[in-house]
DNA sequence: TTGACAAATAAGAATTATTCCTATATAATA
DNA sequence: TATTATATAGGAATAATTCTTATTTGTCAA
């Protein structure tokens, strides 16, 4: 049976236990954060808004866990062509547009794309968490924009 | 007819015009040293190269230049969960593998995964310049490493 | 070919982002 | 509930990117 974040509240704990991590309470925190966020958050976003409620909690402490839960798998960093990380919880699959002008990172879903097969001589030496298909272009605002040109 | 980068040594040079860029020295270096370059290079990497063998050129200027090659689409700026942003030349179809334990990132290529078709609704809202599979996993390496435990 | 001008550059300063350090606190285990 | 390895807060340090300004240079039109 495979293991999925769907269905099961318990996931989290488990991953932690799992991978020999504490189940803190930041940690806890940062993984509601981060789960119930849209929009591929940066670190910054997820400690401006634990920070209001929990004015406690490090901006050390929430990249460290981010970067903690990335190691692990539990979490994704996406393409970023800005200058700070983005983060991603990796729950469903789905995929991403780009937008070479404004930047903006747009998801999108496939059930046609989920299915890809990876080729076979990949599999045998990678081990493989997570597939996504990525699309460089520009959205539809951008096109508007450069319309009038 | 589809304007590609092989068999066109002009490439670079259209594309600056048909972007109004002026071709100056610092961008053809720029170009060309990205291009030649394997393993997806920080704005660091391609400076330094350069500058060993022009110490004039700055570090803004290379920046600079690498970030207005993506805004035309010249070159690809990867996924990369390290802090530094990490180039790519598009000049041919290829995808990424991702290990998120070290950071390696590998190329590979798929003829089936570079004829997967993107979705019509996407394609009716955006303007599709490049597309790519990344994969993350764990490489060949660090699985090995971890065997023991 | 030259002159004018918009665009690009170098250099370094400023800003922003990430990581490190260390004393204290806490979760997990026996 | 005592122990211990791990995690945290807070701030300092480092690293990465972007901005500012004076100067230079490509391009275009005369």
Redesign the interface.
Known sequence: MEITNDNNPDFFRTQCIVHNLKITPQRILIYNELTGAKNHPTVDNIYRSLHEKYPNISFDTVNRTLLTF??I?LV??????G?Q?RFDP?KENHHH?H???CGKI?D?T?S??DA????L??GK????????????????DC?KKTAGL
Chains 1, 2 share one sequence.
Do not use: A, T
């Open positions: 990335y190691d798998g994704d960093i996406i393409e970023s062509p200058s990380r990796n547009l937008c070479i002008k747009i999108f496939s046609e794309l890809l097969s990876i080729p001589e990949v030496h990678f081990k493989v968490l997570q597939k996504r298909v990525v699309i460089n272009g520009i959205c539809e096109q």
